[in-house]
T-cell receptor, first 115, second 113 residues
């Protein structure tokens, strides 16, 4: 099956700096890559996603890049704010076929933004 | 309000006592899934369902059962719980037409002693 690795496991940045979280995947058939944010004691919530036919996607201060050749994708948060402090999870999925919609998550990155 | 609900939110039980965690969504989603979350291991998929009467094993299905008799409900059954099933469980749903975004329930904290 798919193997998703996520780094770093913890990340501390000063408010206003950028944060980058990286994930690699093993199955070249994966074609959907979401990022979820989980605040302490809360449920995971989707913040951005990207499909394999796109190299980059932006949504205000958040961006995701995908390198299909190298099988890695990254989350970029610019101008970080204290409310960005949370655990972030990447995931990979093959969005079609019999095995479609099986999701593999990374182990998470705990981001702390220091005011 | 569009939502995914789970019950119970907290459960302490003993080894071997059968239990069911319910999951319901009111968004008419075809796809539903169960995950367990353990420290350092992230979210691991237990079972998923593409539609009524269509369920598939995820990465860690051992010791769990599911059923999908109605579109809105997807219960998780532990027939003989063991301490290694102590975990935080999340149910999620998504619409195939919605681009695969998953909406998660609030979670169920299960402790098996």
């Amino acid at each position: 099956g798919e193997n998703v690795e996520q780094h770093p496991s913890t990340l501390s940045v000063q408010e206003g700096d950028s944060a980058v979280i990286k994930c690699t995947y093993s199955d070249s058939a994966s074609n959907y890559f979401p990022w979820y944010k989980q605040e302490l004691g809360k449920r995971p919530q989707l913040i951005i996603d990207i499909r394999s036919n796109v190299g980059e996607k932006k949504d205000q201060r958040i961006a995701v890049t995908l390198n299909k050749t190298a099988k890695h994708f990254s989350l970029h948060i610019t101008e970080t704010q204290p409310e960005d402090s949370a655990v972030y999870f990447c995931a990979a999925s093959k969005g079609s076929g019999r095995r479609g919609n099986q999701f593999y998550f990374g182990t998470g990155t705990s981001l702390t933004v220091i005011p | 309000e569009a939502q995914v609900t789970q019950n119970p939110r907290y459960l302490i039980t003993v080894t071997g006592k059968k239990l069911t965690v319910t999951c319901s969504q009111n968004m008419n989603h075809e796809y539903m899934s169960w995950y367990r979350q353990d420290p350092g291991l992230g979210l691991r998929q237990i079972y998923y369902s593409m539609n009524v009467e269509a369920t598939d094993k995820g990465d860690v299905p051992e010791g769990y059962k599911v059923s999908r008799k109605e579109k809105r409900n997807f219960p998780l059954i532990l027939e003989s719980p063991s301490p290694n099933q102590t975990s935080l469980y999340f149910c999620a749903s998504s619409s195939h037409r919605g681009g695969y975004e998953q909406y998660f329930g609030p979670g169920t904290r299960l402790t098996v002693t």
